[in-house]
């Protein structure tokens, strides 16, 4: 059984084009994100979900708008693709144990390409 | 808010040779440290973890201590195997805080 599991695995789309990838856990967790990491491997944070509500929402442009519907799933959905948004987003999830986050799980990634 | 600063890569070892990959954070509070490695093509996995100063986490044949006073969790392991090549990210995490990760250091070794 997947633990957290992202799709598409690849995406290639057109610039300007609205996109979305999906991504469940079946851990049981309360918390979850998304990650982004450019082509140097700089990973960096860009929302992060608690019980479906958001609680981390770093500096990205609005056209980045998650969503989650219930606590087994975040998806992000991106509108207005730019040349820029080429990366590889994760989703992780992790458990909130009296305040202090556990260890965190991440889904195989989705490779979004923008042509 | 936290940071992590790492070693740049790529960290090229030949095989059974000693590896250190240092790490040094900063955070507010009392974080949690983490070692994850992610392997060509994947998603990032646990590889060790430390909750508290002093704690030393181990895995693999992999070990990092929690040093407080230096703000340091350097990644160590005495002989690395080819299968070890991958990249390597420390992050502290606080509180209900994500993980911070960098750019993580790129591990190569060669037969």
């Known amino acids: 059984d997947t633990a957290v599991s992202q799709t598409p695995k690849y995406l290639v789309t057109q610039m300007g084009n609205d996109k979305s990838i999906k991504c469940e856990q079946n851990l049981g967790h309360d918390t979850m994100y998304w990650y982004k990491q450019d082509s140097k491997k700089f990973l960096k944070i860009m929302f992060s979900y608690n019980n479906k509500e958001l609680i981390i929402n770093e500096t990205v442009p609005n056209r980045f708008s998650p969503k989650s519907p219930d606590k087994a799933h975040l998806n992000l959905h991106i509108n207005s693709l730019e040349l820029g948004d080429s990366a590889v987003y994760f989703c992780?999830?992790?458990?909130?144990?009296?305040?202090?986050?556990?260890?965190?799980?991440f889904g195989q990634g989705t490779r979004l390409t923008v042509v | 808010g936290n940071s992590v600063t790492q070693m740049e890569g790529p960290v090229t070892l030949s095989e059974e040779a000693f590896l250190t990959i240092n790490c040094t954070y900063t955070?507010?509070?009392?974080?949690?440290l983490f070692w994850y490695v992610q392997y060509p093509g994947e998603g990032l996995q646990l590889l060790l973890k430390?909750?508290?100063?002093?704690d030393k986490g181990s895995n693999k044949g992999f070990e990092a201590t929690y040093r407080k006073e230096t703000t340091s969790f350097h990644l160590e392991k005495g002989s690395v195997q080819v299968s070890d090549s991958a990249v390597y990210f420390c992050a502290p995490s606080t509180g209900r805080r994500a993980l911070t990760f960098g750019s993580g250091t790129r591990l190569q070794v060669q037969p």
């Open positions: 955070a507010t509070g009392y974080p949690s």
């Open positions: 430390a909750t508290k100063a002093d």
């Open positions: 992780a999830s992790s458990h909130s144990d009296m305040g202090r986050s556990t260890e965190a799980f």
